[in-house]
C-alpha cells in the first residue's frame, strides 16, 4: 500500500485538553503512519485504540460499542479490508468513520461513501489537515444536534428520526446512514428549498470537505429507494440551480403498490 511521505508526519499538538475523554479507534498497517497517529492524537487529548489489520480493529470497535467517538479506518489492510471492516460496523453502529486511502479513485471514494464512511482522506496527507477532520468529527458526534419529533408522517411515509427507521405501511425501507439523515433532513421542512451546501453542512458536517455532487448521488439513490418502496421518485424534487425540495407524497399510490404486492 502507498505510505505517506515523512514531512507529513510532523508533531501538532494544539488544544491538547479539548477533546480529552473522547476515544478514537486507528486501524492502520503502516507501523509508522500507526504510531505517528495514535501519538499526535494521544498528545491532542484522545484516548486512542490501535490496530494494525481489519480483523483486529473490528473488534475493538465491538468491544468498544458506544463508547467509541471515532474509527480512523485505513482501505488497504491485510485481511479483511477497510471496506469489508466499515460495511459490519455500520451493520452494528452509526460511529463516525474517518477513511484512509492511498488511492484517490473516484470509484473508491464513491464506494467508502456509499457503504456509510463520513468522510475520506487520501494520502499522503497534512497531519495538521486529518487532525483538524477527526476534531471536527468528534466535535459533532459529542453536541446534541435539536430533537427531531419521535416520528414524522410524510403521506405515507413513517419516519422514525431516534430509531433510524423510514417505512411505507409495515415494510422498512433500507437506507444507509446518509440516506436516511438526507431524508429526515429534506422531510422536516417540505417545501424548503435545500441547497447542496445546505445538506453537506447538515449531513456530512461543516468542516468536512466533500464535493457536491455527492449529494446528487445519494439523491439518486434515495430516490431510487423510495420507488421502489411505492413512494415514487417525484417527492424529492430537483430546483434546478439551487437543489432540492421534499413534496409530501400521496397516501394512494404506496397503498396501491403495497396492495398488488400483497396479491
Same mark, same amino acid.
Given at each position: 500500500?502507498?505510505?505517506?511521505?515523512?514531512?507529513?508526519?510532523?508533531?501538532?499538538?494544539?488544544?491538547?485538553?479539548?477533546?480529552?475523554?473522547?476515544?478514537?479507534?486507528? =486501524?492502520?498497517? !503502516?507501523?509508522?503512519?500507526?504510531?505517528?497517529?495514535?501519538?499526535?492524537?494521544?498528545?491532542?487529548?484522545?484516548?486512542?485504540?490501535?490496530?494494525? !489489520?481489519?480483523?483486529?480493529?473490528?473488534?475493538?470497535?465491538?468491544?468498544?460499542?458506544?463508547?467509541? *467517538?471515532?474509527?480512523?479506518? *485505513? =482501505?488497504?489492510?491485510?485481511?479483511?479490508?477497510?471496506?469489508?471492516?466499515?460495511?459490519?460496523? @455500520?451493520?452494528?453502529? !452509526?460511529?463516525?468513520?474517518?477513511?484512509?486511502?492511498?488511492?484517490?479513485?473516484?470509484?473508491?471514494?464513491?464506494?467508502?461513501?456509499?457503504?456509510?464512511?463520513?468522510?475520506?482522506?487520501? &494520502?499522503?496527507?497534512?497531519? @495538521?489537515?486529518?487532525?483538524?477532520?477527526?476534531?471536527?468529527?468528534?466535535?459533532?458526534?459529542?453536541?446534541?444536534?435539536?430533537?427531531?419529533?419521535?416520528?414524522?408522517?410524510?403521506?405515507?411515509?413513517?419516519?422514525?428520526?431516534?430509531?433510524?427507521?423510514?417505512?411505507?405501511?409495515?415494510?422498512?425501507?433500507?437506507?444507509?446512514? &446518509?440516506?436516511?439523515?438526507?431524508?429526515?433532513?429534506?422531510?422536516?421542512?417540505?417545501?424548503?428549498?435545500?441547497? @447542496?451546501? *445546505?445538506?453537506?453542512?447538515?449531513?456530512?458536517?461543516?468542516?468536512?470537505?466533500? !464535493?457536491?455532487?455527492?449529494? *446528487? =448521488?445519494?439523491?439518486?439513490?434515495?430516490?431510487? &429507494?423510495?420507488?421502489?418502496?411505492?413512494?415514487?421518485?417525484?417527492?424529492?424534487?430537483?430546483?434546478?440551480?439551487?437543489?432540492?425540495?421534499?413534496?409530501?407524497?400521496?397516501?394512494?399510490?404506496?397503498?396501491?403498490?403495497?396492495?398488488? @404486492?400483497?396479491?
Amino acid at each position: 500500500m502507498g505510505r505517506t511521505r515523512p514531512e507529513a508526519l510532523r508533531t501538532y499538538a494544539d488544544g491538547a485538553d479539548e477533546h480529552e475523554g473522547a476515544t478514537v479507534l486507528v =486501524v492502520e498497517d !503502516d507501523p509508522t503512519l500507526l504510531s505517528t497517529l495514535t501519538y499526535n492524537l494521544t498528545r491532542e487529548g484522545y484516548r486512542v485504540l490501535s490496530a494494525a !489489520d481489519g480483523e483486529s480493529g473490528l473488534a475493538l470497535a465491538r468491544r468498544e460499542g458506544t463508547r467509541l *467517538d471515532l474509527v480512523v479506518l *485505513d =482501505v488497504m489492510l491485510p485481511g479483511i479490508n477497510g471496506f469489508q471492516v466499515l460495511r459490519q460496523i @455500520r451493520v452494528e453502529s !452509526d460511529v463516525p468513520v474517518l477513511m484512509l486511502s492511498a488511492r484517490g479513485e473516484e470509484q473508491d471514494r464513491v464506494d467508502g461513501l456509499e457503504l456509510g464512511a463520513d468522510d475520506y482522506v487520501v &494520502k499522503p496527507f497534512a497531519l @495538521r489537515e486529518l487532525l483538524a477532520r477527526v476534531r471536527a468529527a468528534v466535535r459533532r458526534r459529542a453536541v446534541p444536534s435539536a430533537r427531531p419529533p419521535a416520528v414524522l408522517y410524510r403521506g405515507a411515509l413513517r419516519i422514525e428520526p431516534e430509531r433510524r427507521r423510514a417505512l411505507v405501511g409495515d415494510r422498512e425501507m433500507t437506507l444507509r446512514p &446518509k440516506e436516511f439523515g438526507l431524508l429526515v433532513t429534506l422531510a422536516m421542512e417540505p417545501g424548503r428549498v435545500f441547497g @447542496r451546501q *445546505d445538506l453537506l453542512d447538515a449531513i456530512w458536517g461543516e468542516e468536512i470537505i466533500v !464535493d457536491e455532487r455527492t449529494v *446528487d =448521488v445519494h439523491i439518486s439513490w434515495l430516490r431510487a &429507494k423510495l420507488n421502489e418502496a411505492g413512494i415514487g421518485t417525484d417527492v424529492i424534487r430537483t430546483v434546478y440551480g439551487a437543489g432540492y425540495r421534499f413534496v409530501v407524497p400521496e397516501q394512494g399510490r404506496a397503498s396501491a403498490v403495497g396492495d398488488q @404486492r400483497r396479491q
